[in-house]
T-cell receptor, first 116, second 112 residues
Framework: ETGVTQTPRHLVMGMTNKKSLKCEQHLGHNAMYWYKQSAKKPLELMFVYSLEERVENNSVPSRFSPECPNSSHLFLHLHTLQPEDSALYLC???????????????FGPGTRLLVL | GIQVEQSPPDLILQEGANSTLRCNFSDSVNNLQWFHQNPWGQLINLFYIPSGTKQNGRLSATTVATERYSLLYISSSQTTDSGVYFCAVRANYGGSQGNLIFGKGTKLSVKP
């Protein structure tokens, strides 16, 4: 138990569906992250939020839309996805982005997404 | 951008054996973390170690920042050590805050 939870753990969706992934951290952290992990590829950072403001958007397609309503919750809204978007989506949090040990990242268990 | 290479890509050990995993990076870093991903996908942070040596039980890590590599040592391996070990770094130059670059990982299998 890392203090970061994600729901759902598994998701199957069609290309025309709209769904949302939820992440919640119980660590009192100020920074949250979305990562994508595809087979045979390194983890890819998608979005970074610090104090509810987006500070990083790594050229992610607009069919992925993040939302951070407060420092404990992070959502990833999905619409009109493609089969190649099937992957493990991981959420992480850290105490901050100020450098040093505060940037130690704690990961949730992930959501395994299959797009048909 | 910064390159991160991990070796070996795969490693099979007998329970009780020791091992060394390596992470090479192409530029100076201000952040280096080692993670273990279990077979169910959960990533656990093992060490925050941009330089120096740390130990936690059977695991220890050393980063030689001037020579751009880090080593993760696993002693007396157990079957629960199986999984993928990732090294992640952030370069000193430019880049965005919090943007860790992950290596491809070392997949470890410990046999009973």
């Amino acid at each position: 138990e890392t203090g970061v939870t994600q729901t759902p753990r598994h998701l199957v969706m069609g290309m025309t569906n709209k769904k949302s992934l939820k992440c919640e951290q119980h660590l009192g952290h100020n920074a949250m992250y979305w990562y994508k992990q595809s087979a045979k590829k390194p983890l890819e950072l998608m979005f970074v939020y610090s104090l509810e403001e987006r500070v990083e958007n790594n050229s992610v397609p607009s069919r992925f839309s993040p939302e951070c309503p407060n420092s404990s919750h992070l959502f990833l809204h999905l619409h009109t996805l493609q089969p190649e978007d099937s992957a493990l989506y991981l959420c992480a949090s850290s105490q901050g982005l100020a450098g040093g040990r505060k940037e130690t990242q704690y990961f949730g268990p992930g959501t395994r997404l299959l797009v048909l | 951008g910064i390159q991160v290479e991990q070796s070996p890509p795969d490693l099979i050990l007998q329970e009780g054996a020791n091992s060394t995993l390596r992470c090479n990076f192409s530029d100076s870093v201000n952040n280096l973390q080692w993670f273990h991903q279990n077979p169910w996908g959960q990533l656990i942070n093992l060490f925050y170690i941009p330089s120096g040596t740390k130990q936690n039980g059977r695991l220890s890590a050393t980063t030689v920042a001037t020579e751009r590599y880090s080593l993760l040592y696993i002693s007396s391996s157990q079957t629960t050590d199986s999984g993928v070990y990732f090294c992640a770094v952030r370069a000193n130059y430019g880049g965005s805050q919090g943007n860790l670059i992950f290596g491809k990982g070392t997949k470890l299998s410990v046999k009973p």
